[in-house]
Structures are given as structure tokens and as C-alpha cells.
């Protein structure tokens, strides 16, 4: 096992009508916006922002992102999504995610969102662009 740092971001947020389904549960698509509000905020705290891949011409879209509901969030509740980096020498970005609610911290969701880089042609890049390295170096994920 490996002495990594870990690289944490954490963004509350309330639960909106516009969020819930008809039984005030939250629906499932917006999960998805909460993992984005998550990375957006990542990239604030640590500097890997969307504005960053724009500015190196290297779009970095998702490719896979899963969740696993624990128990139901529901509309006015308040709740907490956490980020966590999870580091690997591939060329791909890797965020693992949990949803608590403020009041108790229980659990209410899991999850994981993989990017990759591409080019301007939209091709896929294999190897970390010059960019993302120096990030790294900077955080000592290297």
C-alpha cells in the first residue's frame, strides 16, 4: 500500500422540488448533478478545473459514472456530497463519491464517475497530458 495523499472536496447542498419525484424522493437522474456540483467544486479547492482542460485544449468527458443508493434523500433535506480522488498512473480522472445527509452524516449514496482526455478531433489521449503531470507533481500523486 501506497502513502498517497488523499484528495478530499466536500459541497453542501438542499434538496429541491425540481429534484424530486412525485413521492418527494429524489430522482435518480439528479444524483448526476450533485456527482457534477462535486466536481466542480474539486476543481476550485484543488485547481483541476473544467476552465483548466479548456485553457490546454483537452476536453476530459465522462466516460462512466455509477451510483449505489443506500437510502432515499428527500425533498428539503439537507445533504453533503463528498469527493474523493482516487490516483492512478492511467490517463483517465477518477472520483469516488458519497452523499450523507447533514443532520446525522448517515449515508445516503455511493458512487464513482471515470473521465478520459481527448484531443481537439475527439480522439482519445493515452498518455497523461503535460497539464495533468504538473498537477500531479504538485500534489505528489507522481
Sequence with gaps: MTDERILKAS????????????MSIVWHGSYALYFEDAREEFGRVFGLSYQLYIDNETPAPLVELSF????????????????????TPA??????????????DSLVATGTST??????????????????EEWKKKYNLL
Design 11 to 22: 459541497k453542501e447542498f438542499d434538496v429541491r422540488f425540481s429534484e424530486v419525484d412525485s
Design 68 to 87: 449505489k443508493y443506500i437510502k432515499p434523500l428527500l425533498y428539503g433535506q439537507r445533504a453533503r456530497v463528498d469527493i474523493i480522488y482516487r490516483n
Design 91 to 104: 490517463a483517465k480522472i477518477v472520483f469516488d463519491y458519497e452523499i450523507h445527509l447533514v443532520e446525522d
Design 115 to 132: 473521465q478520459v482526455f481527448i484531443n481537439s478531433e475527439r480522439n482519445l489521449i493515452w498518455a497523461n497530458p503535460p497539464f495533468y
